[in-house]
């Protein structure tokens, strides 16, 4: 099966300060997994720069004037007391996560000229999930899974699409941005407690259109998958999406060296392989993945590459 990646050189450039953990080597890694013979059938495209009027979908007015005002020219500026710092590459780099989230839409929806692929891989950073409407924090800017969705719902009319994330913190920002909207559907397995502390499975949104599952340090596969298997999927497959979107996250995996579950490779290609069963049979296989978080270089490469090898029917 074709897979579209999306990516872009600027993503490199957004960079946090020395020893920061979303460093652009996270992106090289995920470059070198991906560049092999193994992976040869990938198509890849530039990242475009995303809109304004897309940010919009989710974020505030008064707060995407304040990230555009406050993007260096020189040195450093932090969002949220040092975890979430913007370099003068930043802005850019947001965008152009912004963008290929929303060219990945149009992609499965069949607009363009790369009608007819069903899976597209947004290889880019920093993260997004983190990002609430009106706060940047965690090492996120904007929210580019939540607008991606938001995206689809406004421009192509779907009554329904989903978030599924499977990054080891929960995503905080897509929580509170769907969470009063029924048509937006979101699911998170996290580690709790954990950061950010929320993610609790009472929380489930206006209309049970969110669904958490808050998983102990230490948790390994039989417990992921058993949770995944009776929680996450009965309540996605009812939802009956129009389109998938994947926050995914590889900070899950055994090697991350900030996280405590323990989730190998097999684990990231199971629950890919489990979204693209509901993809066909809910959306015609419709599904946009983002890169989320992962700080291991060994994991994060080894798990998108699992990821990656679902998404092609490997």
């Given at each position: 099966m074709t897979v579209l990646v999306y990516t872009h050189?600027?993503?490199?450039?957004?960079?946090p300060g020395p020893n920061h953990p979303e460093s652009p080597e996270r992106l090289l890694a995920v470059w070198n997994a991906l560049r092999t013979p193994e992976f040869a059938d990938l198509q890849w495209r530039e990242a475009p720069i995303g809109t304004r009027e897309q940010?919009?979908?989710?974020?505030?007015p008064d707060f995407y004037d304040d990230i555009a005002q406050l993007a260096p020219k020189q040195g450093y500026v932090p969002l949220d007391g040092g975890d979430t710092v913007m370099s003068p590459g930043s802005w850019e780099a947001v965008m152009r996560c912004v963008g290929a989230a929303c060219a990945g839409v149009d992609v499965v929806m069949g607009n363009g000229q790369d009608s007819g692929i069903s899976k597209v891989f947004c290889a880019t950073r920093p993260c997004g999930h983190h990002a609430e409407p009106g706060r940047a924090m965690?090492?996120?800017?904007?929210?580019?899974?939540?607008?991606?969705?938001?995206?689809?719902?406004?421009?192509?009319?779907?009554?329904?699409?989903?978030?599924?994330?499977?990054d080891v913190h929960h995503g905080n920002g897509t929580q509170s941005a769907f969470y009063n909207r029924p048509e937006l559907f979101?699911?998170?397995?996290?580690?709790?407690?954990?950061?950010?502390?929320?993610?609790?499975?009472?929380?489930?949104g206006v209309s049970d259109n969110i669904v958490n599952l808050p998983l102990p340090r230490g948790c390994d596969s039989a417990l992921f998958r058993s949770r995944v298997e009776t929680e996450m999927l009965p309540a996605l497959r009812s939802f009956n999406p129009g389109l998938i979107i994947i926050s995914a996250g590889f900070d899950a995996h055994r090697l991350d060296p900030l996280?405590?579950?323990?989730?190998?490779?097999d684990d990231f290609h199971w629950i890919t392989d489990e979204l693209?069963?509901?993809?066909?049979?809910?959306?015609?296989?419709?599904?946009?993945?983002?890169?989320?978080?992962?700080?291991?270089?060994?994991?994060?490469?080894?798990?998108?590459?699992?990821?990656?090898?679902?998404?092609?029917?490997?």
């Open positions: 050189a600027a993503c490199l450039e957004h960079r940010v919009e979908l989710i974020h505030d965690g090492f996120c800017i904007f929210n580019q899974a939540a607008i991606a969705a938001a995206y689809a719902s406004e421009r192509y009319q779907l009554q329904r699409v989903a978030v599924v994330d499977f979101y699911a998170s397995s996290h580690q709790a407690p954990f950061y950010p502390g929320t993610g609790a499975q009472s929380e489930t996280a405590g579950l323990n989730f190998d490779d693209v069963k509901v993809a066909d049979a809910c959306c015609n296989g419709r599904m946009v993945s983002v890169l989320e978080g992962g700080y291991s270089m060994e994991g994060l490469a080894s798990g998108t590459a699992a990821h990656i090898r679902s998404l092609m029917g490997a």
